[in-house]
């Protein structure tokens, strides 16, 4: 799907966080990765031997080991690689579980993490990976030379843009993009995804930048600049860019510089019914809304919304918010975790490929 050729095997930490909202890192990574094969989770709050016994759509039976230790004594392939799968509010390291990391790169495994922290610059962390000889691999970090905006994807309408939106943070944005390539490759096309999250990068994503580390005044310009690059680099039929957070939500900044610089011709909104709260954010402001946030984004992209993606946490009925939803917004609704995504797939060739391709000829 990305190109990489030979998966690094790995080890995935999520603590006390296995299944929950803030484990969303590894979760994604147990969901499909091309960069590294995941061997292992190590969660020992949880009763469960395999991942599949706690999201059942993974097919994989993959093992939840309690500690470093016993991972490392049961697998018969050694890991090369200890990713921090934990995502908690701020995106701060888990220094409370330091040790662990400590211990990992004793053991000569490099370290990933997708956090704000950069500790490949920290001590001890420093000091014990040049020890050990090993890497450490901050994946929050800036790139060195972030760009401005230049409004330059304002002249470009080939390849179309597709920006998955969503309702809340950890709602599913990624995972629909993931599935959304894998069908669109299947019916003959070739998608390029772009990465905007720690979690994407670390599944291997070809282009990619790390949105929430980077500064305010770049926010726009290095995401024009990344899906320009994917846009002209190859020869793509369709770009499919993953967004962040929600707008409406009031640290909803990131997500509209994302989508100002990405200029999207249509949006996907990803949307789970069943949440009652959004996610880091007292009780008092609800839950997430699929109308205020479908109103503003078109405030700035008028009628882009053309699909709407459903989250089926908290157990919902899942075909009768299709069927409400679809009766409300006359859009392609479907949970592309119970099924591919191909009702948006059909609209994205009929409404955006196939109507690009007319217009040039």
């Known amino acids: 799907m990305f190109g990489i ?31 590294y094969e995941i061997k292992a989770i190590i969660d020992s709050t949880k009763e469960e031997n395999y991942v599949n016994e706690i999201l059942e759509d993974v097919e994989k039976k993959i093992p939840i080991f309690h500690d470093l230790g016993q991972a490392l004594e049961k697998l018969e392939e050694k890991p090369q690689t200890f990713i921090n799968g934990i995502a908690r509010d701020g995106g701060a390291f888990p220094y409370d579980q330091k040790e662990v990391f400590l211990e990992a790169i004793e053991q000569g495994l490099n370290i990933v993490h997708g956090c704000h922290d950069h500790i490949s610059e920290e001590s001890p962390f420093k000091e014990k990976a040049d020890e050990n000889d090993v890497d450490i691999w901050d994946v929050r970090k800036e790139p060195e030379d972030p760009h401005f905006f230049s409004g330059k994807l304002r002249n470009i309408d080939d390849p179309q843009r597709i ?65 320009w690059k994917a846009s002209t680099e190859t020869d793509p039929d369709l770009v499919i860019i993953e967004g962040q957070a929600n707008i409406a939500h009031p640290q909803g900044g990131n997500p509209l510089a994302l989508m100002k610089g990405a200029h999207p011709h249509g949006v996907v909104l990803i949307h789970a019914p069943g949440r009652e709260k959004m996610d880091g954010l007292p009780e008092e402001f609800g839950p997430p809304n699929l109308q205020e946030e479908k109103d503003t984004i078109e405030f700035f992209y008028p009628d882009s919304v053309f699909a709407i993606g459903l989250n089926h946490e908290g157990g919902i009925d899942v075909e009768k918010w299709v069927e409400k939803y679809e009766k409300k917004y006359g859009l392609p609704v479907e949970d592309a975790l119970i099924k591919r995504p191909v009702k948006t797939a059909d609209k994205i060739e009929e409404e955006f490929i196939k109507r690009n391709l007319d217009d040039h000829e």
Request: with cysteine.
């Open 5 to 35: 050729e030979e998966k690094t095997p790995a080890l995935i930490f999520a603590e006390g966080e296995f299944g929950n909202i803030d484990g969303k890192t590894a979760h994604g990574l147990v969901r499909f990765s091309e960069k």
């Open 163 to 227: 920006l998955v939106s969503g309702t809340d943070c950890a709602i599913g944005k990624r995972t629909f993009c993931i599935e959304l390539y894998k069908e669109m490759e299947d019916r003959g096309y070739d998608p390029v995804f772009v990465a905007t999250g720690q979690t994407g990068m670390m599944q291997g994503a070809k282009y990619g930048f790390p949105l929430d580390g980077i500064r305010g005044d770049f926010l726009s310009g290095e995401t024009e600049h990344v899906v």
